[in-house]
């Protein structure tokens, strides 16, 4: 089976049917063939070059954020338009965020903490008051950028008001998990949830707590008790306590340098004048809030998370830019409308290469869900969006537009239904629009695109009613369309 056989079968999932009828597949050509287009130059210095006016004019303070279910390619916009900016910073999450950035020589680099700013020499990293730190994590991080020629030196600064992430926090995860059974979350096990639960509890510790180490023994105690009461198969004993202050002591050491009281930093910086450029992870439909609760993940991706995990005013936020695949994936448990499943969503997963970069997890995948985007608009008040990996979708000779639902009964929807019984039984109504059969990846200009890709990004602007300024043809770091 070919991927260009995806175009002919809809969701397969038995609570969620198209109203569209199948059609036989037409013939196809044997070969995808390369547009006519002359191939962009390769080169960094393309990246300085805003030949369309999208870069320059974004605001002062500006953000990427996701649109869907995460892995939505933020890391490259993000590192694309650090040229631009002075500061770079990460307001949410954690680890289990995996961006996959590219340098200039086309060198692979997988992030999780530290900002996707990083590879540009000229911008200053900022982790947030909102972050969650894994400190080995992080300095493993640190260690492979420096060996990998990236300098970090006095270009990453760690909010003090940000909590520390422990070891104990992710085998607190994985029971947790355990314990769920067939209702597990799908969580990355990286302890996001317990180490936020451990802060909403306030029991939590924090990275100015490194500066107290008389006390951190007490409350690291604390901590590690709790986890023994709750969970049998945790093992805690006295010298695990001192083996992980031992640790943590050799860590503050080495932390101190990077810790400073970032709410005061970003204000300082905004008043002067700095260009601020705020980096999501994960994304809208995993806020802890708006997404399909309870598989989300546990802070706060959406718009509003910028100003509770910087400490920043709402109204020096500018443009946000989200972030969208052009088809749709996500990975752990949960309700998926548009879900392709069995061998189709196989052949998808593979052409877009949809495993976890935190994980290496494979990705469920779909067609792109209208509905779901509408409703991270709504939320957000994106100025205007980056759909990534389009050049996924050209072995295909026809593709779905997920448009909108209805309940089993054919009652439309009017809204994104928080109620997962009612998400799961959703009807999804299917618009078919022509692939356009080409090989698009060296394409740099919008007009040169084929024009069935041309119209399904404009159809996707029509239903969403925001403009799309940027475009992902490829993994590596050139391969982008500014429209």
């Known amino acids: 089976m070919s991927l260009s056989t995806l175009a002919f079968h809809s969701h397969s999932h038995s609570l969620s049917t198209p109203s569209r009828p199948f059609r036989p597949p037409l ?14 130059v390769s080169s960094p210095s393309n990246l300085s070059i805003d030949v369309d006016g999208r870069i320059g004019p974004l605001s002062q ?24 900016f002075d500061i770079v910073a990460r307001c949410q999450g954690g680890a289990n965020a995996g961006h996959t950035i590219y340098n200039a020589e086309g060198k692979k680099f997988a992030l999780h903490l530290v900002p996707s700013g990083i590879l540009n020499e000229d911008t200053l990293c900022v982790i947030g008051n909102g972050v969650v730190v894994h400190l080995p994590g992080l ?25 520390l992430l422990f070891d104990f926090h992710q085998q607190v995860d994985g029971l947790r998990e355990a314990e769920l059974a067939k209702s597990f979350i799908g969580t990355t096990k990286r302890g996001i949830g317990p180490c936020y639960s451990s802060k ?19 409350k690291l105690d604390v901590l590690l008790s709790d986890a023994a009461s709750r969970f049998k ?17 050799r860590y503050a050491e080495r932390l101190e340098p990077f810790v400073v009281d970032t709410v005061h930093f970003m204000n300082e910086a905004i008043a002067d004048k700095k260009k601020i450029l705020v980096e ?21 991706p959406s718009a509003g998370g910028i100003c509770t995990g910087l ?11 989200g972030v969208v695949k052009a088809y749709t994936t996500r990975v752990g448990s949960g309700p998926f409308p548009t879900e392709i499943l069995g061998e189709r969503g196989d052949l998808l997963r593979h052409a877009g290469q949809e495993f976890g970069t935190t994980t290496g997890r494979p990705r469920r995948c779909g067609w792109l869900d209208i509905v779901a985007l509408r409703y991270c608009c709504q939320i957000n008040g994106f100025s205007s969006l980056n759909l990534t990996k389009l050049d996924v979708l050209s072995d295909l000779a026809e593709i779905q537009l997920g448009v909108s639902y209805k309940h089993a009964d054919g009652t439309p929807l ?34 040169d695109l084929p024009k069935a890709a041309r119209e399904y990004v404009e159809r996707i602007e029509d239903l969403v009613g925001v403009p799309i300024h940027y475009f992902g043809v490829g993994p590596g770091r050139d391969a982008l369309i500014f429209k």
């Not at 995808?32 to 191939?39: G, N, Q, R």
């Not at 260690?143 to 940000?162: F, M, P, Q, T």
């Not at 009612?422 to 692939?435: A, D, K, S």
């Open 61 to 84: 303070v500006s953000g990427v954020l996701g649109c869907q279910w995460g892995d939505e390619g933020k890391g490259k916009l993000v590192d694309i338009l650090a040229h631009h």
């Open 280 to 300: 999501g992870g994960q994304a809208t439909m995993l806020d802890i809030d708006f997404g399909t609760y309870p598989f989300v993940t546990s802070s706060s």
């Open 233 to 249: 198969d945790f093992n805690y004993g006295p010298d695990m306590l001192r083996e992980e202050v031992e640790r943590y002591k």
């Open 139 to 163: 300095f493993k991080e640190i260690d492979g950028l420096e060996s990998n020629g990236v300098s970090c030196k006095g270009r990453i600064l760690i909010s003090d008001r940000a909590h």
């Open 414 to 447: 009017k809204s994104f239904p928080s109620d997962l019984n009612v998400l799961e039984q959703v009807q999804v109504e299917y618009e078919v629009l022509p692939g356009w059969k080409c090989d698009i990846s060296s394409i740099r200009k919008y007009s």
């Open 311 to 321: 400490g920043i005013a709402p109204r020096v936020v500018g443009d946000l830019i």
């Open 200 to 218: 909403v509890i306030r029991n939590g510790i924090r990275v100015s707590d490194l500066r107290h180490m008389d006390i951190f023994p007490q």
């Open 27 to 40: 013939l196809r050509r044997p070969n995808v063939v390369v547009c006519s287009a002359k191939p962009a």
